[in-house]
């Protein structure tokens, strides 16, 4: 009997697991503000701009947001230089240029060699330091007309996603991509989001912050503004927050992305439930299966200790027990067992 009882609260005990018990994966954030009078020597301009880095949790690539207003001409081009700052350096990391907001992504085949740092970690190292700042050059400005030194944004957290089709809830065939960046502040009420998307069937009609878990649709928790265009930025903050699902408060919509429930989903007249979608900092390898594999019944054994205790099933390993299949068998064990006891 002891041995049945024990088999039983096994079985409860898996079934007691969540589904996902995976938390969102966050990564640094660094962050500059830009400004003439940071250049060496200082350029008198009136314009203004700041940027926002996100490292992946990995730390084999970083996501961009650069902003500026105000340049005295069109940009010419942008860098992340190795410098400290009051003094100048070479490039180590080149910007897309482009009108604001420029957004990107830097791996390490962009980066290149300087002043000593020979390596993409190393250039990850020389940020941590505070030895990196941003250039902005224009043609009146060559050597740069807006400058600002990147620092960790400590208490920060990023998360990134990719956008897919084969992510939505059913999974939607298609050309269609993008990406997703969010970042929550240090003091948690405030929330920064970047995305771009590419080969839609159409300019998006809206897109959401959804709450919910991979493989599973749910309310909108903040919708985005801006879309239609690529790429889109903004900012949330609880004036924007729609209950949904339980969560009620923004702090709640904060911890629902730390704790990976949420997506981004992106909405389209050919396909209004959403064309492309992303878990915020979740990895979502393939769709979720629809429908449940085949269960094989490992064979039993009649090894026992206790010579009254009919033969039970043999009990596979926990890794198969965490697989849909090992979970059916755990049903049908249960069954055999309650029918003995």
């Given at each position: ?49 700041s940027a926002t880095f996100v490292l992946s949790p990995d730390g084999t690539t970083i996501r961009y947001l650069v902003q500026y207003s105000g340049l005295s001409d069109a940009l010419a081009a942008a860098h992340i230089h190795l410098g400290a700052a009051g003094s100048n350096g070479g490039v180590m990391l080149p910007l897309a240029a482009g009108p604001s907001p420029m957004v990107g992504i830097l791996d390490a085949s962009d980066f ?230």
């Amino acid at each position: 009997m002891r041995r049945r009882i024990g088999i039983l609260a096994l079985i409860a005990g898996l079934f007691a697991l969540p589904a996902t018990a995976k938390a969102a994966a966050s990564g640094e954030v660094w962050t500059a503000t830009l400004s003439g009078g940071a250049e060496v020597p200082p350029v008198a301009t009136s314009a203004t701009g700041s940027a926002t880095f996100v490292l992946s949790p990995d730390g084999t690539t970083i996501r961009y947001l650069v902003q500026y207003s105000g340049l005295s001409d069109a940009l010419a081009a942008a860098h992340i230089h190795l410098g400290a700052a009051g003094s100048n350096g070479g490039v180590m990391l080149p910007l897309a240029a482009g009108p604001s907001p420029m957004v990107g992504i830097l791996d390490a085949s962009d980066f290149l060699a300087t002043g000593g740092v020979t390596t993409f970690s190393g250039a990850l190292e020389a940020i941590r330091a505070g030895t990196t700042y941003i250039n902005l050059h224009t043609a009146a400005n060559p050597a740069g007309e807006l400058r600002g030194q990147l620092a960790i944004a400590t208490g920060a957290q990023g998360f990134s996603t990719p956008l897919s089709g084969t992510q939505e809830v059913p999974p939607v065939a298609g050309a269609a991509t993008g990406d997703a960046t969010v970042v929550i502040n240090a003091a948690g009420d405030a929330i920064t989001y970047w995305l771009t998307d590419s080969a839609m069937t159409s300019a998006p009609a809206a897109g959401h912050i959804h709450l919910g878990a991979a493989g599973s649709n749910g309310g909108i928790l903040f919708p985005l503004a801006g879309v239609g265009t690529s790429p889109v930025v903004g900012t949330l903050t609880a004036a924007n927050l729609t209950p949904t699902g339980g969560v009620t408060t923004f702090s709640g919509a904060v911890d629902a992305i730390r704790a990976g429930t949420t997506y981004i989903n992106l909405h389209t007249a050919a396909n209004p439930a959403g064309e492309l979608r992303g878990q915020v900092g979740v990895t979502v390898s393939a769709p979720p299966p629809t429908t449940t594999p085949a269960v094989t019944v490992p064979p039993t054994s009649t090894a026992t200790t206790d010579p009254a205790a009919p033969a039970v099933p043999f009990l596979p390993t926990l890794t198969v027990l965490a697989t849909a299949a090992g979970l059916g068998w755990l049903l049908a064990a249960a069954a055999v067992l309650r029918s003995r006891v």
